[in-house]
C-alpha cells in the first residue's frame, strides 16, 4: 500500500510540474530516483551492507522537498515509516536533500539545458519500454513495429507530419535533423530483438542516458568531443546494473558499451547495439 501511495504521488507531482512547464523539478526527480536506484541496487548487492541500501521513496521525497516546504511532512512520514532500517532511512533523507540542494544551486543551468533533459528521460524511458515490447509480442511483429517507427522518423526529416513532427522537435537537438535520434535509436533495437536479446536495449536507455545527464551537470574532465569522463563514468555503472544480469563476466559487455560510446564514428544510439549484439555474433 505504502509503495502504491509513493508511486502515485510521484506521477501527480511529475504530472503538474510538467503542465506548468517547471521541467527542473521534473529532473530533480529523476536523477533523484534513478542515483537512489543504482545506490540502492548496488548496496544491496553487498553483503556488507546488504540490509541497508538508501531508502528510495524518502530520498525522492526529500529532494522534493527542497522546492516545496510542505511536502517535508510526507518525507517525514515515509522516513517514520522507513524506521525499521534506520541506516537505510537516514541515507536517504540525507541524499536526497543534497540532490535538490545542488539542484537549486543549478536551477538557471537546467533551465537552459530543459531540451537535453527531455531528450534523455525519453531515452532512458524509451530504453525501459522497448527492452520490455519482446516478451509481451512474437519477434516478427516487434521487428516490423520498430522498423515502421524508424521509416517513420525517416519521413519527418522530409515531410512534416501533424503531430509527430511536433512530439518529435521537441526532444531533438538543435544541431540535429528532424528525427534523427528516433531512427537511429530504433534501428539500433532490431538487432537485439532479432537475437533475443533484449536487455542490450536497456543498456543503451539507461547508459547513454545517464551518460549524458550526469555529464552535463558534473562532467569537468573532457575526453572526446561532447563527452567528459564523469559522463562516461555514470554510463558504465548504468551499463554494468543492468549487464551483469545477463552477461558473465559482465566486465565484457561493459567495456564493449564504453568503447562504442567513446570512439564510434556514427550515432551510438546504433554503435552501442550493434557492438553488444557481436557478442552473440562471433
Known amino acids: 500500500m505504502k509503495d502504491l501511495v509513493f508511486l502515485l504521488l510521484v506521477l501527480a507531482v511529475v504530472l503538474y510540474y510538467s503542465w506548468k512547464k517547471k521541467f527542473e523539478v521534473v529532473y530533480s526527480i529523476f536523477l533523484s530516483g534513478t542515483v537512489g536506484a543504482v545506490l540502492k541496487y548496488l548496496v544491496s548487492s553487498s553483503l556488507s551492507f546488504a540490509e541497508a541500501p538508501p531508502s528510495l521513496q524518502v530520498m525522492v521525497l526529500a529532494t522534493l522537498s527542497v522546492f516545496k516546504g510542505w511536502f517535508w511532512l510526507v518525507t517525514l512520514l515515509f522516513f517514520a515509516l522507513a524506521l525499521d532500517y534506520p541506516l537505510s532511512a537516514v541515507s536517504g533523507l540525507l541524499l536526497g536533500y543534497g540532490v535538490g540542494k545542488w539542484h537549486r544551486m543549478k536551477r538557471k543551468r537546467i533551465v537552459l539545458e530543459k531540451g537535453e533533459i527531455k531528450r534523455k528521460v525519453v531515452h532512458v524511458g524509451s530504453g525501459l519500454v522497448f527492452s520490455v515490447l519482446p516478451f509481451f509480442l512474437d519477434k516478427w511483429i516487434v521487428i516490423i513495429l520498430y522498423l515502421t517507427i524508424a521509416l517513420v522518423a525517416l519521413v519527418l526529416r522530409f515531410i512534416k507530419l501533424p503531430v509527430l513532427d511536433e512530439i518529435v522537435r521537441e526532444t531533438k537537438r538543435k544541431s540535429e535533423w528532424t528525427g534523427k535520434g528516433v531512427f537511429y535509436f530504433m534501428l539500433?533495437?532490431?538487432?537485439?530483438?532479432?537475437?533475443?536479446q533484449p536487455w542490450i536495449i536497456l543498456v543503451l536507455g539507461v547508459g547513454d542516458g545517464l551518460s549524458?545527464?550526469?555529464?552535463?551537470?558534473?562532467?569537468?574532465?573532457?575526453?572526446?568531443?561532447?563527452?567528459?569522463?564523469?559522463?562516461?563514468?555514470?554510463?558504465?555503472?548504468?551499463?554494468?546494473?543492468?549487464?551483469?544480469?545477463?552477461?558473465?563476466?559482465?566486465?565484457?559487455?561493459?567495456?564493449?558499451?564504453?568503447?562504442?560510446e567513446l570512439l564510434a564514428p556514427i550515432d551510438d544510439n546504433l554503435a552501442i547495439p550493434v557492438a553488444l549484439s557481436l557478442l552473440y555474433l562471433i
Open 188 to 196: 539500433g533495437c532490431i538487432l537485439p530483438v532479432y537475437l533475443e
Open 212 to 260: 549524458t545527464l550526469i555529464g552535463r551537470f558534473f562532467g569537468y574532465t573532457p575526453l572526446t568531443e561532447g563527452k567528459t569522463l564523469e559522463g562516461c563514468l555514470a554510463g558504465l555503472v548504468g551499463a554494468w546494473a543492468v549487464a551483469r544480469h545477463f552477461y558473465s563476466p559482465s566486465v565484457i559487455p561493459v567495456t564493449i558499451y564504453f568503447l562504442a
